[in-house]
């Protein structure tokens, strides 16, 4: 009966809630505020129709929800909304007790009262109340306390917070409230700064506010730094058995460092004989303990911090023992009359001192056996074996520890040795693309082995080299089978080897080897050893280029003559370093670049006031591809006259004298157009300027040290009138003509003078022949005899 009573109740309210879901008409919503988790009263009163006291509804409602929050009927359970349990109820006439406020209980509610056997009174039948839950600023995001930033990367602070109101969100840098620019933005709370500059590193701070309160949030923006190692370990020396402790202590920002430590470029945790006996403590150090002997050896600590690249340091640990003996053969075999070595397998720290030897159980003295030598490793080289070698030996090492004990006997026996029966020739000459066979055998007992290798440790071609019974044979020849090759005769007794060269013919030459490079201020000399040159004459090719400059493109040049294998590189720069490298061609193409090598000019003695010469011995003047070192001094008294033969510029040397100047430029130009040169000017501080036209000239004057350029000098104008210009134009034509007249004339007297000249000279001969024929026909008349005079000369008729 009571079950269906309270279900028609039931029903009822619904029904009511049903007809009533609308919110009173023409109400003005009452505001209530109320601070957050505290109670709030949302006033809601009535009148009764005609003031007779009837059954009633009362329902609240809050916008947004379908269902009613709170429904009360007298004499049943009220109904409450979900979230609202334990927290709402009546009091007063109709009025709702809210405890508790949360956030989300902000907003409009509707008190509505209807009564069952009547009309409602729509004047006085509820109210309209909104409810506002002031709450201060809390965070839903918070930047981190520490954020690590690269200079030029982005920057991104994120902050938001919630309340009632709203809160304001302020960014603060060093207390200094920061605004959007063209580097910053700053958008619904969240900072962004596009490239970070050193300006940018300090405090930065989040502050929330509205009426209720304000909270901050701090944030330390700082330069992102590798890991560094401020205690490195060093290097130890333990006595075995004793503990090891290698210090590690790094520094970084972030400091969430990692320590790992490598033995022998091997991580430790990989060594299982290691690893069980050492221990990495939180800040970095190692603890070995107990040392063993294998533990001597490089130890290195890497730290990271997840910036850049780790972090390494290394030390040596050094663990000393007494002398011991690690390996004791039972049989070694000496070859009878070749050199043989009885081996005493030793290991010390610190080396041993010396070693005790016997034979057949009685002391076994090297120095008084004639050419037997104790060896640097423990060992016995005996020069020539003979069968009294033959015997069981023991050895004992010592070192400043003392010793761990001695060997066991090992019993030494002679063999004759194997030999070979038949040797490859020395040398071998094929051309490319063919086939050759190198033969090998030899004989022993026991039987030896046979194989074939390089001298130059490479691998020998499995495609195309075959080794068998001996011989090697090396199918379809390429240039880099070219090289020495070793037949190896191996067994117990002995090991023996012979060797032979084969030359590949045809093929491009082979790389150049042992480059060297001298320096100078402004050249280097390299020099080489010629490699196979393919049977064909090949010259060689220098590349060179310079390290410091980004990117560097690579220059050749041409070695002359072809057969050198020295040569000199000038016009480098001073104080630099190159890369040389040697490529060598012949007729067949280019071969292969020996090794690069490097080297650094040496820093130009300027103060010598010596300049760089040529191989020819001629000073020069280098391209200054890279301005360096002092500049001079600008040149001084800069003036300009105009001659007969032109305009002359003259410029007394810099003041300052300790840069020397190598050359000048001297620079014109007419009104606004580009500047134009005359240069270099050397060992000299005027210039002739011929055949310019009429107009007006600015000049200035640039001196040059070898490797930097100074100022210029104060800029000197002048104008050049046309009249000038044809003056100076016509007087050179007058003294062309004057010079050319003058020239003629004097060319007409030294005519006529030669004519007299030659007559004189004829008159003379003249005279000289009739003396010859009349001074015998004078004396033949005076009886034969010369009265020693002259005949009278002829007189011109």
Request: glycine letters at 8%; a positive charge; aromatic letters at 10%.
């Amino acid at each position: 009966m009571f079950l269906n009573k309270s279900c028609q109740v039931a029903a009822l309210l619904l029904c009511f809630w049903a007809l009533n879901t609308g919110y009173p008409h023409k109400y003005f919503a009452e505001k209530v505020t109320a601070l957050l988790g505290e109670d709030a009263v949302l006033p809601c009163s009535f009148e009764f129709p005609k003031g007779v006291p009837v059954p009633y509804i009362i329902q609240w409602h809050k916008k947004g929800i379908k269902i009613p929050i709170y429904i009360w009927y007298a004499g049943y359970p009220p109904h409450i909304g979900e979230g609202y349990d334990g927290r709402v109820s009546l009091t007063g006439q109709a009025s709702l007790n809210l405890t508790d406020l949360q956030e989300h209980d902000q907003g409009t509610y509707t008190c509505i009262v209807n009564f069952f056997d009547r009309s409602p009174d729509q004047k006085r039948n509820g109210s309209l109340v909104h409810l506002f839950v002031h709450a201060p600023p809390h965070f839903s995001i918070k930047p981190p306390d520490v954020v690590y930033v690269n200079i030029g990367e982005k920057l991104a602070l994120f902050c938001a917070a919630g309340g009632t109101p709203d809160p304001d969100i302020t960014w603060y840098m060093d207390n200094i409230p920061l605004n959007e620019g063209s580097n910053i933005k700053i958008n619904r709370g969240s900072l962004e700064i596009f490239k970070v500059r050193e300006s940018h590193i300090g405090d930065y701070v989040c502050r929330a506010r509205n009426s209720e309160g304000s909270i901050v949030a701090n944030t330390k923006v700082i330069v992102a730094g590798p890991a560094v190692i401020t205690v490195p370990p060093r290097n130890l020396t333990k006595l075995e058995g004793d503990k090891a402790e290698l210090i590690c202590e790094a520094k970084a920002l972030p400091a969430n460092l990692t320590h790992r430590w490598l033995f022998n470029d091997k991580d430790i945790s990989q060594l299982t004989w290691l690893v069980t006996r050492t221990v990495v403590r939180t800040d970095g150090t190692l603890f070995i303990n107990p040392t063993s002997a294998e533990d001597s050896g490089l130890y290195t600590c890497e730290v990271f911090n997840g910036i850049g690249t780790p972090e390494r340091a290394s030390a040596y640990l050094s663990v000393e023992y007494p002398a011991r003996v690690t390996y004791s053969p039972t049989i070694q075999y000496l070859p009878l009359g070749l050199s043989g070595i009885i081996r005493c397998y030793v290991k010390a720290n610190p080396p041993f001192l010396h070693i005790k030897w016997s034979k057949d159980n009685r002391p076994f003295d090297p120095k008084s056996h004639h050419g037997v030598f104790s060896l640097s490793n423990g060992s016995l080289q005996i020069q020539r074996v003979i069968h009294e070698h033959q015997g069981w030996y023991v050895c004992t090492p010592y070192n400043a520890y003392g010793t761990t004990g001695k060997s066991n006997k090992m019993e030494v026996l002679v063999r004759d040795p194997p030999i070979f029966t038949i040797k490859p020739e020395e040398r071998y000459q094929q051309r490319v693309n063919s086939k050759v066979t190198m033969p090998c055998h030899g004989t022993g007992q026991p039987k030896p082995d046979i194989h074939w290798r390089r001298t130059d440790g490479k691998q020998l071609s499995r495609d195309r080299a075959i080794q068998s019974n001996g011989n090697l044979t090396i199918r379809t020849l390429k240039k880099e089978d070219h090289g020495r090759y070793e037949c190896v005769l191996q067994n117990d007794i002995a090991i023996l080897v012979t060797s032979t060269l084969l030359i590949v013919e045809g093929t491009t030459p082979h790389a150049p080897t042992n480059v060297t490079v001298e320096t100078s201020a402004f050249s280097a000399s390299l020099s080489w050893l010629p490699a196979y040159d393919g049977n064909y004459p090949q010259s060689y090719v220098i590349w060179y280029r310079l390290l410091e400059q980004a990117e560097s493109p690579w220059r050749t040049i041409r070695v002359d003559p072809d057969e050198a294998s020295t040569f000199t590189i000038y016009n480098l720069q001073p104080n630099s370093e190159y890369e040389f490298r040697v490529l060598s061609r012949n007729t067949l193409g280019d071969g292969m670049f020996s090794p690069t090598v490097r080297g650094k000019t040496t820093p130009w003695d300027f103060l010598g006031g010596v300049y760089p010469t040529d191989a020819y011995g001629a000073t020069y003047i280098p391209t200054v591809q890279k301005p360096s070192g002092p500049k001079p001094s600008p040149p001084r008294n800069v003036t300009v006259q105009e001659t007969e033969n032109g305009l002359l510029i003259s410029w007394l040397p810099p003041l300052n004298q300790k840069v020397p100047v190598a050359f000048y430029y001297v620079e014109y130009r007419t009104q606004s157009k580009p500047w134009k040169r005359w240069g270099p000017i050397k060992h000299a501080t005027s210039y002739l300027a011929k055949e310019l036209a009429p107009g007006h000239y600015n000049f200035r004057v640039y001196a040059y040290s070898i490797m930097s350029v100074g100022q210029a000098s104060s800029e000197v104008s002048l104008t050049l009138a046309a009249e000038s210009y044809e003056v100076t134009k016509s007087r050179a034509i007058t003294a062309g003509v004057v010079g050319g007249i003058l020239f003629f004339i004097a060319a007409i007297v030294l005519s006529v003078c030669a004519v007299k000249i030659c007559n004189k000279r004829k008159r003379r001969k003249a005279e000289k022949a009739y003396m010859m024929v009349t001074c015998p026909v004078a004396e033949a008349r005076n009886g034969g005899h010369s009265h020693g005079g002259s005949p009278s000369p002829i007189k011109n008729k």
